[in-house]
């Protein structure tokens, strides 16, 4: 079946340094969506990537999708301790309906 | 707009209990909400689509005698996990989406249960 993979699974910086976190599907996606996990809490939808080669920005966050539509990242500039999480990635095989999740990557930032 | 409720947000109950989760969609109507399961510090693992006045559509090697689901509204899915056991501890979460599968998951809080 359809498996999405992230790197890496834990990252530790120091507030202000930069952090990537990579996701990678077995299948080509129709779409990529990235969600936030705060400790404890549930994840929020923070974007959806549909076009190949696309590439958007919220304010410190960017997220691109690859040209073959089997990768995504998401670049966080000079993080804060409030970016504190886990990031997932969530892509829809191109196939189906269900929204298949990555093994996420937890971000932990010290001040 | 968009919210998903979910109930209890926590439960702690003896092996061989039943118990019962609800997950409404406050603002919204949706005929199609989605069950996971997420161990610590680990990803959502979809156990099935809950589909509003059908059956539910379950994941490959989730029982459905085991976690019963019902989705009598189209603001309503519960989820039942029958004579559960310890290793039934999880973090259950819901999620719904306005209009088709395309559109962003809209996520309850989650219920914590742990079995004695």
């Known amino acids: 079946g359809q498996q999405v993979m992230q790197i890496p699974q834990y990252q530790h910086v120091q507030e202000g340094e930069d952090f990537t976190t990579y996701c990678n599907s077995s299948t080509t996606l129709s779409n990529i969506q990235w969600y936030k996990q705060r400790p404890g809490g549930h994840p929020v939808f923070l974007i959806q990537l549909v076009k190949s080669g696309e590439v958007k920005k919220q304010k410190r966050l960017t997220f691109q999708f690859g040209e073959a539509k089997k990768n995504s990242s998401l670049h966080i500039t000079a993080t804060q301790t409030t970016d504190v999480g886990t990031y997932f990635c969530?892509?829809?095989?191109?196939?189906?309906?269900?929204?298949?999740f990555g093994t996420g990557t937890r971000l932990l930032v010290s001040p | 707009g968009a919210v998903v409720s979910q109930h209890p947000s926590r439960v702690i109950c003896k092996s061989g209990t039943s118990v019962k989760i609800e997950c409404r969609s406050l603002d919204f109507q949706a005929t199609t909400m989605f069950w996971y399961r997420q161990f610590p510090k680990q990803s959502l693992m979809l156990m099935a689509t809950?589909?509003?006045?059908?059956?539910?559509?379950?994941e490959q090697g989730v029982e459905k005698d085991k976690f019963l689901i019902n989705h009598a509204s189209l603001t309503l899915s519960t989820l039942t996990v029958t004579s559960a056991h310890p290793e039934d501890s999880s973090f259950y979460i819901c999620s719904a989406s306005l209009g088709n599968f395309n559109q962003p998951q809209h996520f309850g809080d989650g219920t914590r249960l742990s079995i004695l």
């Open positions: 969530a892509g829809r095989d191109t196939g189906f309906q269900k929204l298949v």
């Open positions: 809950s589909n509003e006045g059908s059956k539910a559509t379950y």
